[in-house]
């Protein structure tokens, strides 16, 4: 089993920034790609941006040049920098962590970390 939990969530005015992190715990060798998804009022819950285990990237088209997504192995940490946020960012972000042991595949998530980007 894998528990995450995210934090750094806040209310910050467009053009600022913010530090999403994400805590895991348990089975955290089992713990293979993970990422961040947001969901906007409205909308459904969409890929940010995902970060293997070796540290390979990507991003979704939205936040390209502008979120850095990050992993400490040893500290068992998610980070997600965002830079000059926008309104459009304004979400629920949360921390998902994909795990194998042997042959089984599970998929966990964080509680969500909630993003207000005024105007």
């Known amino acids: 089993q894998v528990q995450l939990v995210e934090s750094g969530g806040g209310l910050v005015q467009a053009g600022g920034s913010l530090r999403l992190s994400c805590a895991a715990s348990?089975?955290?060798?089992?713990?293979?790609?993970m990422g961040w998804y947001r969901q906007a009022p409205g909308k459904q819950r969409e890929l940010v941006a995902v970060?293997?285990?070796?540290?390979?990237?990507n991003f979704a088209d939205s936040v390209k040049g502008r979120f850095t997504i990050s992993r400490d192995n040893a500290k068992n940490t998610l980070y997600l920098q965002m830079n000059s946020l926008k309104p459009e960012d304004t979400a629920v972000y949360y921390c998902?962590?994909?795990?194998?042991?042997?042959?089984?595949?599970?998929?966990?998530w964080g509680q969500g970390t909630e993003v207000t980007v005024s105007s």
């Open positions: 970060i293997t285990r070796d540290g390979s990237t």
């Open positions: 348990g089975s955290i060798s089992s713990i293979n790609d």
């Open positions: 998902n962590a994909q795990s194998r042991v042997l042959l089984t595949k599970k998929s966990y």
